[in-house]
């Protein structure tokens, strides 16, 4: 199994700065942290409401685990891009196929990271659903799928009201049961998981209102 890699520097030092402001100001709590895999690569997937969902999601596990996330490409400009990728994003090109990213994610999971997606594509406006909401993406199961490391659903609430302080709430699931789909296409067995996937954030998220 691989090994859990360890963050840079600069993953370290935001992180134990943020730390109490996050778990007093913000009055962040999680459940559900038992569910999670202790070691090895694997896919985590949310609810999107900011650009600051990943922090909430990965701070429980600090400084164990090293979870990594998709960023657009238009962010990559020095010096932020080596903000970004010190802080664990690597590059995706949105509202295309991004085959690189797809393989990186793999690559990233295989080797034991964690890998932070958000199967709605975009962040929810105005703190509301749309009225008529996309089909969810099969990004995130695709890549568990293919690198063969668990998928786990997690829930989250409260990043949409940061100037209110909060409170940020995660919930966090068992892993999504992949083991019957192995006889599935490719395609197909995306669609099962992401439905399943979809079914357990949803319920997560419920558990946190």
Same mark, same amino acid.
């Given at each position: 199994?691989? @090994? ?5 520097? $600069?993953?370290? !030092? !935001?992180?134990?700065?943020?730390? *109490?402001?996050?778990?007093? !100001? ?21 609810? /999107? ?15 164990? @685990? ?11 400009? $020095?010096? &932020? ?7 664990? #994003? $690597? ?18 999971? @295989?080797?034991?990271?964690? !890998? ?6 975009? @962040?929810?406006?105005? #703190?509301?659903?749309?009225? =008529?909401?996309?089909?969810? /993406? ?6 568990? %799928?293919?690198?063969?490391?668990? %998928? ?9 009201? +940061?100037?209110?302080? #909060?409170?940020?709430?995660?919930? =966090?699931?068992? *892993?999504?049961? +992949? #083991?019957? &789909? ?21 319920? &997560? ?5």
């Amino acid at each position: 199994m691989a @090994r859990p890699h360890r963050p840079s520097w $600069f993953y370290y !030092v !935001v992180a134990a700065l943020s730390w *109490p402001v996050l778990k007093t !100001v913000f009055r962040h709590r999680a459940i559900g942290v038992a569910n999670v895999p202790p070691d090895g690569g694997f896919v985590m997937a949310a609810n /999107h409401w900011s650009n600051f969902d990943p922090w909430p999601l990965a701070l429980d596990f600090f400084p164990r @685990r090293y979870f990594r996330f998709m960023a657009k490409a238009e962010l990559f400009w $020095f010096p &932020l891009s080596a903000v970004i990728t010190a802080g664990g #994003g $690597f590059k995706v090109r949105r509202g295309e196929r991004d085959d690189e990213a797809m393989d990186t994610a793999v690559a990233l999971a @295989r080797d034991g990271h964690v !890998v932070v997606m958000f199967p709605e594509g975009t @962040r929810r406006r105005k #703190g509301l659903r749309k009225k =008529y909401e996309a089909r969810w /993406h099969t990004g995130a199961a695709r890549i568990a %799928l293919e690198a063969g490391v668990p %998928l786990v659903p997690a829930g989250i609430a409260g990043t949409n009201r +940061l100037a209110r302080l #909060g409170p940020l709430r995660v919930a =966090y699931g068992r *892993p999504i049961e +992949l #083991g019957d &789909l192995s006889s599935l296409p490719a395609a197909d067995a995306a669609q099962v998981a992401t439905h399943r996937l979809q079914e357990a954030i949803t319920e &997560l998220e419920r558990s946190l209102s």
